[in-house]
């Protein structure tokens, strides 16, 4: 029998982490592995190719931006995903360090071996804290100690969690994304007069492409900015922007702030805003100068492709991307230190390039060898492989994991306690959320073997931590409702009176 690779993440399903996602998916089931992939629901052509292949879908009803507290705090669903499907190994799919927080304490606990791959660092507070007592620096860097690889997709995000989560130095490593033939294949000359003419854009202007959702962070105010100061230049009638994503479902959503913007400075002819589109090969060979402002990144698969496509790329020396472009294209100053500058360079930048074809030409041809060299999908693909080959355990060493587990130093009790205590509290507060008062009791009698209170104060925090869930959520708390309920006499009874 084949052995059987589980992928699991909680990020939204968009982006880069999407695509990366599915490229490995893809990749393991050409090796000969059983695929299963736990995800948010959604339904597209990605998941349509994923089904075709076999691969084995569980759908997950939050990520890590609709419900981040549940991230943290639901160990059990996660734990019943993995205990049903029993995979040789899980890849957790980070989009944050604070992503799959959880479920990664539901593998450990089940002696599950695990890879993590993590696609974006910062912003990460370095000090966070979620008020519930839990030391999530400690554990997570425990949970980076426990896996059998940590994988980042950039030198620059490397470094920073060894910086912050001091975990063994032999345990990660760098791989790159990469991207599929199609973004490596000469752009077919009639499709880009096609897509032209339906955008209204003159074949001989000069296209300037942004794929990525409509989002704060991405950087499109500068843009905007840019665009004030080419109004009045020499080659604004030569000019056109053409952006690529929505703001749907995301917490920067800022779709119709931009529309708006385009629209009050009168330039809707010059910027043209296309959606979600799955067709970006294409898009991007009928074009000609790719930007990405962005504020936070990993390492951009947009840039990636612009690259292998042969396009020059205009992008901010944030994270991944210095050590992406390399010598190729043009580094704007970081937007966070300088937004000003970003806005002005990027300006600058093209109204040097946008009437030299011949630059445009022949640091596009840099850019794409650049690509080939680095950010092939089959490189990634291999080097993942090789990962997960090495990361699958003998059964002498599932049976030291499991030894393992059944001594455990006192340090590291005590922090799984922890985790474990306030994982419970949480799973009390969702049950009576949710009407189920008897479950309530019978999570918060259990996480009584966890507190680390003496019996009143675990009362005290029960009713703390009730309270900062329902504030989460925007929701008020009625305390009462909560101490009249027979299950929680019961509790206080066993507490108090030992009853």
């Known amino acids: 029998m084949s052995q059987h690779i589980l992928l699991y993440t909680d990020n939204p399903p968009e982006g880069g982490v999407q695509q990366y996602n599915h ?41 890590l931006t609709t419900d981040f507290a549940r991230v943290l705090k639901d160990i059990q669903q996660p734990k019943h995903i993995f205990s049903t499907s029993k995979p040789d190994l899980i890849v957790f799919s980070d989009g944050w360090p604070l992503a799959s927080f959880a479920a990664k304490q539901a593998a450990i606990d089940l002696g599950i071996p695990y890879i993590t791959v993590l696609g974006v660092v910062e912003p990460f507070p370095r000090d966070f804290a979620f008020g519930d007592g839990v030391p999530y620096i400690d554990v997570m860097s425990y949970h980076y100690t426990q896996a059998k690889a940590v994988i980042a997709v950039s030198q620059n995000n490397l470094n920073i969690l060894h910086e912050i989560f001091k975990f063994p ?47 704060k962070i991405k950087g499109y105010e500068y843009q905007i900015e840019a665009i004030k100061l080419l109004k009045s230049s020499s ?11 929505t703001g749907e479902g995301d917490y920067y959503n800022c779709e119709s702030e931009l529309k708006a913007s385009i629209e009050e400075l009168g330039v809707t002819e010059h910027v043209k805003f296309l959606g979600r589109r799955w067709d970006i090969p294409d898009l991007l060979g009928a074009s000609d100068i790719f930007i990405l402002p962005s504020k936070v990144e990993g390492m951009p698969l947009s840039i990636m492709e612009a690259m292998a496509k042969g396009l020059i790329v205009i992008a901010s020396a944030v994270s991944g991307i210095p050590e992406e472009l390399g010598n190729t294209g043009k580094l704007l100053p970081d937007p966070n230190v300088d937004p000003k500058a970003t806005a002005t360079e990027l300006a600058d930048t093209l109204q040097a390039w946008a009437l030299n074809k011949e630059t445009l030409l022949e640091m596009g041809r840099t850019s794409q060898e650049r690509a080939k060299k680095m950010f092939t999908e089959e490189r990634m693909v291999r080097e993942y492989l090789e990962v997960i080959k090495n990361a699958l355990l003998t059964e ?79 929701e008020i708390f009625e305390t009462e409702s909560l101490t009249n309920l027979s299950e929680w006499k019961r509790m206080l009874n066993r507490i108090c009176l030992g009853i």
């Open 23 to 63: 490229s490995i998916l893809c990749g393991l089931v050409s090796a000969g592995y059983r695929v299963t992939s736990v995800q948010v629901k959604q339904f597209n052509l990605l998941v349509r190719q994923q089904k075709e292949l076999g691969i084995e879908q569980f759908w997950l009803k939050f990520n």
């Open 169 to 215: 130095a032999e345990t990660g490593r760098v791989i790159h994304y990469g991207r599929p033939p199609q973004y490596f294949e000469t752009p077919v000359l009639s499709v880009r007069q096609k897509l032209r003419q339906e955008w209204r854009i003159p074949l001989d202007a000069v296209v300037c492409f942004t794929a990525a959702r409509l989002s």
């Open 235 to 245: 080659i604004w009638e030569q000019i056109y922007f053409v952006w690529a994503g």
């Open 396 to 474: 002498s060493e599932r049976k030291h994991i499991a030894s393992f587990r059944q001594k455990l130093p006192q340090q590291i009790q005590e922090l799984e306690n922890r985790v474990y205590y306030s994982s419970l509290v949480w799973d009390a507060w969702y049950s009576y959320r949710n009407g189920n008062n008897i479950k309530m009791g019978l999570y918060l009698d259990k996480s009584l073997k966890y507190a680390p209170f003496l019996p009143t104060e675990t009362l005290v925090n029960w009713l703390e931590s009730f309270a900062n869930f329902f504030r989460y959520k925007g």
